[in-house]
């Protein structure tokens, strides 16, 4: 086998390239290559280092006989505020049982309770306890053993690792046919041509600051396909996870409050009896965000900002078992030991519900170009995303564009883009390369416009907050399009890749600020403090968001896919 860090002496060319080693990436590159296809999988940093390595508490199905996927595509749709898919839903909960036991099967060592039958954790939003998890380490456990899995196909599937993706390709007819893609190594460019290219490359969670994510989650995706033309959906739907830390912005899982945690103000209250009398903790995260952020605003949090998460309510040697990545976070970002006393969170951002619109099968708007994984928006999660629900989505809709993209290969040739496109791409990096050498540096910016949207696009947003946000994202992407680099080298030259990794975060941003001033009304995650209610008559449909020249993208709707669930009020 070609060692996968060699360059080919041919210019890469395969059935299907696919952009990003997460789950859904690689997940789609096991099952295109099942099918026989020419695979590429590229990744900015090694696949497993990926951020789904990150995902802890667990993933959904409804294997357990007494639970029904019926129930589990309602709960997703409630947590939704409506705004999800349907057909998508039932396809991602019907599916979502066999590719559990699909990935046990393959190595994954899900947790089993006592009977010796896989065991579960109650999650948020959710009528069953049906999240399959691995302690809390599901992510790494299941993206370790897909890797394994693809080495299998390593005579079909070539791995350009620490490959960075700058740009998509598309011929005189505008289909998708590859990309643009450095080697972060010794920084030469090459075009990978594909006849089918599968977008994988994660959110943009670091347009916002503090975020969970890790540093390479910065929406390259997202912004590739929407300046070649794509749609981008959902937009304003971004999720603040309830229980972060203050500070860093570091993930206590969901988990604690599935085995039983707390939440707790100033004076002691577990003050989410008051917000969702049924569900408590376990309501779903956006309900549970405004929750806390209320009460912090209302005087009853910690000087800090935050109220209190008290896990010792958590048996600690179930605690010490099942958690014990957060018992780690605790003690080394925190100073806490959660096992004997309460650690101060508040709500963080973490996820993006939005993204590249596409169909069941992962066909986004540009013929050729598919996505999958937080980068598309099928919409399964619509305003809100339930907690594990996202591993399934990276699984089955990774699964289903890798099948689909092969199956488009097989009906066309090559394509053969013209390799002045490497000389066009060469110019933009010099470019950035030679800016003047004055101004503000790429991390000053980036952390405005994090601080920006933690504040204006954030939990509560209003008229006001968010036309000040867009006004400072549009300073900042033409302070951006100068700012100056250090590293004038080739060899991992990370600061040209954090310059171009700033453009597409601040693309993003545009589109999530316009998105949410659009949307007039309260759903989900977007919380309009001047249009405080849902409003169905007028707003149950998504927004669509795409290029518009030089000026302010294009806003247009698209119709809410729904089965068989009316609306109905919202209560847990
Ligand atoms: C701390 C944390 C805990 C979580 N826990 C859970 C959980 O328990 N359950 C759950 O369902 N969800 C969880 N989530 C959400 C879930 O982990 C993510 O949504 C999911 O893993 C995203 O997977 P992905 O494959 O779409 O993207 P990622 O795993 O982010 O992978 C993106 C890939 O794209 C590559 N890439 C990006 N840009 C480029 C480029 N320009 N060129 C080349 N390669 C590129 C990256 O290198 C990477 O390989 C959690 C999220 C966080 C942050």
């Not at 305003?383 to 699964?399: C, E, K, M, V």
């Not at 001033?517 to 927004?543: M, V």
């Amino acid at each position: 086998m070609r060692p996968p860090y060699i360059q080919s002496p041919e210019v890469p060319s395969h059935d299907v390239l696919i952009i990003g080693a997460g789950l859904a990436g690689q997940r789609a590159a096991l099952a295109a290559a099942q099918t026989g296809a020419s695979v590429a999988i590229v990744s900015k940093v090694h696949p497993v280092r990926s951020h789904s390595v990150a995902a802890a508490g667990g993933i959904n199905a409804a294997l357990n006989p007494e639970d029904t996927w019926e129930s589990h595509a309602f709960d997703t749709i409630k947590g939704s505020d409506y705004l999800g898919d349907q057909d998508a839903i039932e396809i991602m909960c019907r599916e979502a049982p066999d590719e559990i036991l699909w990935l046990e099967h393959a190595g994954v060592t899900f947790h089993r309770n006592e009977t010796g039958h896989l065991g579960t954790r109650a999650f948020g939003g959710a009528s069953a306890a049906r999240t399959y998890y691995v302690a809390d380490i599901t992510g790494h456990a299941i993206l370790h053993v897909l890797y394994e899995q693809l080495m299998k196909h390593h005579e079909t599937v070539d791995r350009y690792e620490e490959w960075f993706t700058t740009g998509l390709l598309q011929d005189d007819g505008g289909h998708c046919v590859g990309a643009i893609c450095r080697n972060l190594r010794d920084g030469h460019l090459e075009v990978f041509n594909a006849k089918a290219t599968i977008l994988a490359s994660g959110g943009v969670g670091q347009a916002y600051n503090p975020t969970t994510n890790g540093l390479i989650v910065t929406g390259d995706g997202m912004a590739q396909a929407y300046r070649i033309g794509a749609r981008l959906m959902d937009m304003e739907m971004v999720q603040y996870h309830p229980t972060t830390l203050a500070g860093n912005g570091l993930l206590i899982t969901e988990g604690a409050r599935g085995e039983g945690a707390w939440l707790l103000n100033a004076k002691g209250e577990r003050f989410m009896e008051r917000y969702a009398p049924n569900k408590v903790e376990l309501a779903s995260r956006d309900v549970v965000s405004r929750a806390e952020q209320t009460e912090i605003n209302e005087g009853r949090g910690f000087p800090d900002g935050t109220v209190a998460l008290d896990i010792t309510k958590v048996p600690r040697k179930r605690t010490l078992e099942a958690l014990r990545e957060i018992v780690n976070i605790g003690r080394d970002f925190a100073g806490v030991d959660i096992t004997r006393q309460p650690i101060h969170i508040r709500p963080g951002n973490h996820y993006m519900m939005g993204g590249v619109k596409t169909d069941v099968d992962g066909e986004t708007s540009i013929p050729g170009l598919y996505a999958a994984g937080e980068v598309a928006c099928v919409s399964v999660h619509g305003g809100n995303r339930l907690g594990a629900n996202s591993l399934l989505d990276t699984l089955i809709f990774g699964r289903r564009s890798g099948v689909h993209a092969a199956q488009r290969a097989t009906q066309m040739p090559m394509p053969s883009t013209d390799n002045s496109r490497v000389s066009d791409a060469q110019k933009e990096i010099d470019a950035i390369i030679n800016r003047d050498p004055k101004g503000r540096r790429i991390g000053a910016i980036k952390k405005e416009l994090g601080e920006t949207m933690n504040q204006y696009v954030a939990v509560f947003r209003d008229a006001e907050g968010l036309d000040k946000a867009l006004e400072i994202v549009l300073r900042l992407k033409e302070e951006a399009a100068k700012a100056p680099i250090d590293d004038r080298g080739s060899i991992f030259n990370q600061d040209v890749i954090s310059a171009i990794e700033l453009g597409y975060m601040l693309d993003c941003a545009e589109a999530i600020v316009v998105a949410s001033q659009e949307r007039k009304e309260s759903r989900g995650a977007q919380f309009r403090l001047d249009f405080p209610k849902r409003d169905d008559e007028h707003w149950l449909k998504h927004i669509d968001i795409s290029v518009n020249g030089t000026e302010l993208p294009n806003v247009t709707y698209s119709p809410v896919t729904i089965t068989r669930w009316q609306p109905e009020e919202r209560t847990y």
